[in-house]
């Protein structure tokens, strides 16, 4: 094959660079379909470096693609996580601390040294063809040839070295701008959300009559899920910290008394930790998880103890009362 320009070969640098920025963007909800597709445009990039060689340096051809066959054996670590390949139960924790390890560092190094001699390997190949076209030359042409071969191919070294030390350059300002953004966008957004206190249990007997009863189960499902349709979707999106401070009301919290649940929707969510008759919690401080023999939160419209509408979330204890 005959090896494309140089500058086709920083095209194709680009293209895919992009192209992981493009998904690792906006498809930040699907990353099991995100990193697969990385790891395709990570083999597509591989198989490209392999075949055409394009830069002249074996060390730049070398570093092409070892980076393009680290990249896609990373991108393919969390579709196995996801599919439970890499979970507890099959992988201790310092296995998958070696694995990462050996992903992350030695891998890409004995890439680099395999891609390295590949490279050279194949550059020797066009030197012998080199050398087979010039045997009929004289000496003195070959000499001439041969520094006009060395000042091109230095040239040419140095413009691809200088283009990826640029790009190189330019993606970790980036980076390091898109990450100070991220940093304090998330005092921002902390700043900016909606604090929803803890709901009384008679906030739903509160809204009657004025709200239809058909609609009361929607609103307190609102106030006590800010926005979510079940617990299980309401600790997938949001993450939980002792609400241990003042608020702006002057109410002091207690260490270990009330959560705070910060949403992805923008929603802070407090959730006042209550005991049933026998002492027992529902589930430990900040845990998404219920404690053994207490029910999933469902909406209730009448206590079925006492007969009394009272329009709320509640678990059911083991012993079969609802908290």
């Given at each position: 094959m005959?090896?494309?320009?140089?500058?086709g070969a920083?095209?194709?640098?680009?293209?895919a660079?992009?192209?992981?920025?493009v998904l690792a963007?906006?498809m930040?909800?699907?990353p099991v379909?995100?990193?697969?597709?990385?790891?395709?445009?990570?083999?597509?990039?591989?198989?490209y470096y392999?075949a055409f060689?394009?830069?002249?340096?074996?060390?730049?051809?070398a570093?092409a693609?070892?980076t393009?066959?680290?990249l896609?054996?990373?991108a393919c670590?969390?579709?196995a996580?996801?599919?439970?390949?890499?979970?507890?139960?099959r992988?201790?924790?310092?296995?998958f601390?070696?694995?990462?390890i050996?992903?992350?560092?030695f891998?890409p190094?004995?890439?680099y040294?395999?891609?390295?001699?590949?490279a050279?390997?194949?550059?020797a190949?066009?030197r012998?063809?080199?050398?087979?076209?010039?045997s009929?030359?004289s000496v003195d042409?070959?000499?001439?040839?041969?520094?006009?071969h060395?000042?091109?191919?230095?040239k040419?070294g140095t413009?691809?070295?200088?283009?990826?030390?640029?790009?190189?350059r330019?993606?970790?300002v980036?980076?390091?701008?898109v990450?100070?953004l991220i940093?304090?966008?998330?005092?921002r957004?902390?700043?900016?959300?909606?604090?929803v206190?803890?709901t009384?249990?008679?906030?739903?007997?509160?809204?009657?009559?004025s709200?239809?009863?058909?609609?009361i189960?929607?609103l307190?499902?609102?106030?006590?899920?800010?926005?979510?349709?079940?617990?299980e979707q309401?600790?997938?999106?949001?993450?939980?910290?002792?609400r241990?401070n003042e608020?702006?009301?002057?109410?002091?919290?207690?260490?270990?008394?009330t959560?705070m649940?910060?949403?992805i929707?923008g929603?802070q969510?407090?959730?006042?930790?209550?005991?049933?008759?026998?002492?027992?919690?529902?589930?430990?401080?900040?845990?998404?998880?219920?404690?053994?023999?207490f029910s999933?939160?469902?909406f209730v419209?009448?206590?079925?103890d006492t007969?009394v509408?009272?329009?709320?979330?509640?678990?059911?204890?083991?012993?079969?009362?609802?908290?």
């Open positions: 005959t090896p494309p320009c140089v500058s920083q095209v194709v640098f680009i293209l660079k992009l192209a992981i920025v963007t906006y930040v909800d699907v379909a995100a990193c697969v597709l990385i790891a395709v445009i990570a083999f597509v990039s591989l198989v392999a060689r394009p830069f002249v340096d074996p060390k730049t051809n570093l693609m070892a393009s066959f680290a896609a054996i990373n670590v969390v579709p996580a996801d599919n439970g390949s890499l979970n507890k139960d992988v201790s924790v310092s296995q601390a070696g694995l990462w050996f992903i992350t560092f891998l190094v004995l890439a040294a395999c891609t390295w001699w590949y050279n390997k194949e550059l190949k066009w012998d063809y080199t050398d087979t076209v010039e009929g030359f042409r070959i000499k001439e040839l041969s520094l006009v060395r000042s091109v191919d230095e040419l413009i691809t070295r200088s283009a990826v030390f640029v790009a190189v330019a993606m970790c980036c980076g390091f701008i990450t100070a940093f304090f966008a998330q005092f957004q902390i700043e900016l959300s909606s604090v206190g803890p009384p249990d008679t906030f739903g007997t509160s809204l009657l009559p709200t239809p009863e058909c609609e189960e929607e307190v499902l609102k106030s006590e899920l800010v926005g979510y349709s079940s617990w309401f600790t997938k999106s949001c993450c939980c910290a002792d241990e608020n702006s009301h002057g109410e002091l919290f207690s260490k270990g008394e959560e649940w910060t949403c929707n929603y969510k407090e959730r006042d930790r209550v005991a049933s008759q026998s002492g027992a919690l529902a589930r430990d401080f900040c845990s998404p998880i219920f404690n053994a023999g999933q939160p469902f419209t009448t206590d079925p007969g509408d009272t329009f709320q979330l509640v678990v059911r204890t083991p012993d079969g009362s609802l908290l």
